[in-house]
């Protein structure tokens, strides 16, 4: 089973920043944050990930809490091309990847 | 194009027949998944490589499920016998035994068993 824990879906107008949470309570020490998504028939593509410390790059930035028991995504400024199923995973540095089901972002013209 | 390539991109089976899907992963890449996901569900683990060794397996590669790698380079997925519950999509992905575990997937495999 997922260890996280998303909404299943959330709306964001274009150029908007878009704000996905993520619950990982039981997350382990050594264990990583990863962010996916999956654009409508696609394989899911890799976003960012973080251990402790909060990340940026040039797709996205991601927040993890003091107590890295839940994360944000930050998209800063969506556009429609970013509508699609985000996934929080939480995992090892070498493991398989277990995904959920994710949180459908939709972006509003 | 240098990311992961799966062939062929759709499938059309009947069943009681054998499949037979191919992922060629990122050419430096060691590690090589395969996943398969049904409509309105995450991806879910099969198996995968490390080389051409095949590492871990999941409870849901019944015996009618094979999967190689024979020379550490490209891998096959065989699904004998297929039954309607097998149509999915079916995808693979690589990534470096080195370092932090960034999965990079192919398009996938739709697989649709009448």
């Known amino acids: 089973d997922a260890k996280t824990t998303q909404p299943p879906s959330m709306d964001c107008a274009e150029g908007r920043a878009a704000n996905l949470p993520c619950n990982h309570s039981t997350i382990s020490g050594n264990e990583y944050v990863y962010w996916y998504r999956q654009i409508h028939s696609q394989g899911p593509q890799y976003i960012i990930h973080g251990l402790k410390n909060n990340e940026t790059n040039e797709m996205a930035s991601l927040i993890i809490t003091e107590d890295r028991k839940s994360s944000t995504l930050i998209l800063p400024h969506a556009t429609l091309r970013d509508t699609a199923v985000y996934y929080c995973i939480v995992g090892g540095a070498t493991n398989k990847l277990i995904f959920g089901t994710g949180t459908l972002l939709a972006v509003q013209p | ?114």
């Open chain 2, 1 to 114: 194009d240098t990311g992961v390539s799966q062939d062929p991109r759709h499938k059309i089976t009947k069943r009681g027949q054998n499949v037979t899907f191919r992922c060629d992963p990122i050419s430096e890449h060691n590690r090589l998944y395969w996943y398969r996901q049904t409509l309105g569900q995450g991806p879910e683990f099969l198996t995968y490589f490390q080389n051409e060794a095949q590492l871990e397996k999941s409870r849901l590669l019944s015996d009618r499920f094979s999967a190689e790698r024979p020379k550490g380079s490209f891998s096959t997925l065989e699904i004998q016998r297929t039954e309607q519950g097998d149509s999915a999509m079916y995808l693979c992905a690589s990534s470096l035994a080195a370092g932090i575990n960034i999965q990079y997937f192919g398009a996938g495999t739709r697989l649709s068993v009448l």
